[in-house]
């Protein structure tokens, strides 16, 4: 009998199996929306809940032939439970789900869902959302039918939608804050709209905000202490979604730059240079040694190094041969015809019609970015990596009349806050919940720990002097552990504000033939074996006792 048991376990662990004609259903794919707009509570418990309980009623109506999986469309969708007969199983994927302060990547969930249900005649996504998203009517869900399934009432909902920190033009060293407020009510409402600094109200302005429209407000005169400083914009209203009242920012202390000017003689350059009371400027002229590795920012003008600086620099009237980029023929009389307005080095910047009377245009190669070009090419390019900067001006300042208008001076500045700001968008608290915030991590770490707003930390790998973290998505203060940076992170989507309840239209699939159908299918049989082997060993301990 123990020989009997012995070959039925191995039998059973072997899985056999034979095809079978068996009965097939649909398949079913459940798209759970985890947005921000989700945690809204014009419905009780919030929408999000009212989306479960939605989807967890589908589930117990599906047919038993039908196959399921769950999808959570957060910022990056995620497949919580793959296609499965077990209910069970699709039920605690459900209850896994959570929402998070972001926004909702729809399409690329849709497209995901579509994929799974290739091999499937007539399958359906099903989506549980409130529509807060743009209608994805350009997605191909291939035979799949998409049906919504919406929650939500219209509920009226104010909130910041946009935040950020900038030092002022007119007063270096002092910083403004900008908020933007934004509505969905059908008429005018006045807000006021709070700042604290750390747990400190310094400020309330009152903001009057037209109907379904926005307002911005502005605290100025921020002075930065010696340490980072928590800033957060709290809208004083009480309405369905919560984590849209509060914005966030830091406050960075401001510390002197060290500035080596590598040059024979310019002085508009050093003039420009010298404008910021907080810039120490220090001139050689010649190349320097090893030491140049002390300045945040060294300057070569009309010199070149022999090799790649390791720290941050600004290179001009000549092009090093290591800069990543491609000289073109050395051109007289040029124009500049375009510039990049939004680069944080030229912001404020009015390069119009810059004459040159002698430049050499090059073509940037992977990894750059043309600042400003002529109809030749490129002369202004600038270079960013986590440790370092670079910005090359592939014309001498002195051979164009660049320094005789203003904009030189305030590109000048503009360049030193970029080149010695690790990232702007985490300076400025631009960080969009969900988004990549890249930490500077100095020194030889190879891995740091975040804190999270809610307490909670993650580890974090370090590549050339930065940390790339992904899991933003919660608003609120993070922290790099072993360096005490400190940055923000908000949600600043207006669609998720906007609680209006959407209906987009359902992406109708190609007719098919629907309901159950007969497939050749695998039938394993390894539980029938595994069953008679329990019955085979409880007959022997029946009998095993029964001689006594």
């Keep these: ?50 989306a479960r309980a939605l989807a967890r009623e589908y589930l117990r109506q599906m047919p038993p032939h039908d196959q399921v999986a769950v999808i959570l469309a957060g910022v990056r969708p995620r497949v919580l439970c793959g296609l499965t007969y077990n209910r069970s199983e699709a039920m605690r994927a459900l ?35 409130d529509g807060g998203f743009p209608d994805p009517h350009d997605v191909d869900t291939g035979r799949a039918r998409v049906q919504y399934h919406l929650v939500g009432e219209q509920a009226d909902n104010a909130g910041v939608v946009a935040v950020d920190l900038r030092e002022e033009r007119d007063a270096p060293g002092k910083f403004t804050l900008f908020a933007l407020i934004r509505h969905n009510l059908p008429q005018e409402r006045q807000y006021t709209l709070e700042l604290w600094r750390g747990d400190n109200l310094v400020d309330a302005q009152e903001v009057r905000v037209p109907a379904r429209s926005e307002a911005s407000v502005r605290f100025r005169h921020l002075v930065p202490s010696d340490r980072p400083e928590e800033l957060r914009v709290r809208l004083d209203v009480r309405d369905a979604l919560a984590c849209d009242n509060t914005a966030y920012a830091v406050l960075h202390p401001v510390r002197p730059l060290r500035v080596l000017l590598v040059s024979k003689g310019n002085l508009f350059l050093e003039t420009a240079l010298n404008l910021d009371p907080r810039t120490q400027v220090e001139r050689l002229s010649v190349l320097p040694d090893d030491s140049a590795s002390r300045y945040d920012v060294v300057v070569y003008d009309n010199l070149v190094p022999s090799a790649p600086p390791e720290g941050n620099a600004v290179f001009i009237g000549k092009v090093p041969s290591w800069f990543p980029v491609v000289p073109l023929q050395q051109v007289q009389n040029s124009v500049v015809v375009d510039w990049h307005h939004t680069h944080p080095v030229l912001r404020y910047v009015d390069l119009a019609s810059v004459r040159l009377s002698q430049v050499t245009p090059v073509l940037p190669q992977a990894g750059t970015e043309t600042l400003a070009e002529t109809g030749e090419g490129a002369v202004m390019v600038a270079l960013q990596k986590p440790e370092r900067r670079w910005l090359l001006f592939t014309f001498d300042v002195t051979d164009s009349d660049l320094p005789l208008r203003v904009a030189f001076p305030v590109m000048m500045l503009n360049a030193l806050r970029w080149l010695t700001s690790p990232s702007e968008s985490v300076e400025r608290g631009a960080i969009v919940a969900g988004g990549l915030a890249v930490i500077p991590v100095p020194g030889k770490w190879e891995k740091v720990t975040i804190r999270l707003p809610d307490g909670k930390s993650v580890e974090v790998g370090v590549q050339e002097g930065a940390a790339p973290f992904e899991e933003t998505l919660r608003t609120g203060f993070y922290q790099c552990v072993e360096t005490g940076y400190l940055f923000a992170v908000n949600l600043a989507q207006r669609e998720e504000t906007d609680l209006r309840v959407h209906s987009p239209a359902s992406a109708e699939g190609r007719q098919t033939e629907a309901g159950v159908r007969r497939v050749l299918a695998r ?10 082997l329990l019955a085979l060993l409880a007959l022997e301990w029946v009998m095993y006792h029964r001689r006594w």
């Design 1 to 50: 009998m123990q020989l009997l048991a012995a070959l039925l376990l191995a039998l059973a662990v072997a899985q056999p199996y034979t095809r079978a004609w068996t009965y097939s259903g649909e398949a079913h794919v459940l798209v759970l929306d985890g947005s921000a707009s989700m945690l809204a509570t014009d419905v009780s418990p919030s929408r999000f809940e009212r």
């Design 95 to 129: 209850q896994s789900a959570q929402p998070a302060e972001t926004g909702a990547n729809l399409p690329e969930a849709l497209t995901l869902a579509a994929a799974m249900l290739t091999p499937f005649a007539a399958p359906t996504i099903e989506v549980f959302t």
């Design 523 to 532: 039938r394993e049989w390894w539980q029938w074996l595994a069953g008679v």
